[in-house]
């Protein structure tokens, strides 16, 4: 029995925010969808600006910031960590699974399980950053659901650099944007750019298509246009929204209607310009965006997030 006047431990972690972060604004289209599916849920979400795009770093690098801004939202007690950045999952999802105490929720595996679930001929893309696709990270997560799955993957670097210069279009909600993007983008110049990353993926008889991109649902539409009707498109934020609601429904973690809810975001960038085309994404204002300091961050790296990150490239090594 617990003691008098005591808060009982599970009412205490229903309590607590989720922690989401990304290399960027992307990963809005994730937290968007879980405050969607979990409306009484506090979050706290922190874009990594500055140090934008992951995607053509080292997979050192990716780690090392996984582990700093892990440690960072950890020390603000949160119950669960989406990293909600596919470069970042690919890179150092296994390796921030052991360095904290709370569960973390990767945006490639609840992709991959969509695709495959999705594919009737068993034959899926996959478009994202160059880190991405290098990693192979999608390829072996729907071979570990489905080993007869094919999955042809194709990097789509400057997809990223269209969706930010569509933010920066206007002002208006994301549907706004969508029209846009929808209208705008479907020129000869795009689908020129198109092309060059989904023909092969055409002409490989794909049936379902992973946006392996937090940015790329902001182009589905156009994406859609080039690909054909036939093709299913799969983005990761939904199916990541879902394995967070079954995670703190099993672990008996959720916030109940009664819960003071609470958004805090946060970025290493710009915070006036990460408000202003967040608001895009999320359809409404954001509130007062904090500044965290890059070197900030880095401080979080000291010597024992050192050694963990040196055994597991170590173990990498021997695998």
């Known amino acids: 029995m617990p003691e008098a006047g005591a808060t009982p431990i599970l009412d205490t972690m229903r309590d607590l925010p989720i922690g989401i972060f990304d ?10 969808e879980i405050m969607r599916a979990l409306p009484d849920e506090s979050i706290i979400y922190l874009g ?33 960590i989406v990293v909600a950045c596919n470069t970042a999952t690919a890179a150092g999802l296994p390796l921030a699974q052991q360095a904290f105490d709370v ?15 999705a594919t009737v001929n068993r034959r899926v893309g996959v478009i994202g950053t160059v880190g991405t696709i290098e990693s192979g990270a999608y390829s072996q997560a729907a071979r570990a659901i489905d080993a007869g799955v094919t999955v ?9 650099d269209l969706v930010e210069q569509g933010l920066r279009l206007g002002e208006g909600t994301l549907e706004d944007l ?10 000869p110049a795009f689908y020129e750019m198109a092309r060059d990353y989904l023909d092969p993926l055409k002409r490989s008889g794909v049936d379902t298509l992973v946006l392996g991109c ?16 036939r093709v299913r498109l799969i ?34 960038g710009d915070p006036d310009e990460f408000g202003a085309l967040g608001a895009r994404i999320i359809g409404r204002g954001l509130g007062t965006v904090k500044h965290v300091d890059v070197a900030e961050l880095e401080a979080l790296f000291d010597h024992t997030m050192a050694e963990r990150l040196r055994e597991h490239e170590a173990d990498e090594t021997c695998g």
């Open 23 to 32: 290399s960027g604004l992307g990963g809005l289209t994730v937290a968007g």
């Open 48 to 80: 990594d600006t500055a140090r934008c795009p992951y995607g053509p770093r080292s997979q050192n690098d990716v780690r090392r910031f996984v582990l700093q801004i892990g440690r960072w939202l950890s020390a603000r007690e949160v119950k669960l």
């Open 103 to 117: 569960p973390v929720i990767g945006v490639v595996e609840p992709g991959a399980r969509a695709a495959v679930k």
């Open 152 to 160: 042809f993957s194709t990097p789509a670097p400057r997809f990223v």
């Open 178 to 187: 969508l029209s846009q993007m929808g209208s705008v983008y479907v020129r």
């Open 214 to 229: 937090t940015h790329f649902p902001l182009l589905e539409t156009a994406i859609q246009q080039v690909m054909g009707s």
């Open 235 to 268: 983005s990761s934020a939904e199916e990541t929204a879902r394995e967070v609601v079954e995670t703190l429904t099993l672990r008996g973690h959720r916030a109940g209607p009664s819960a003071t809810r609470t958004e805090v975001y946060a970025t290493t």
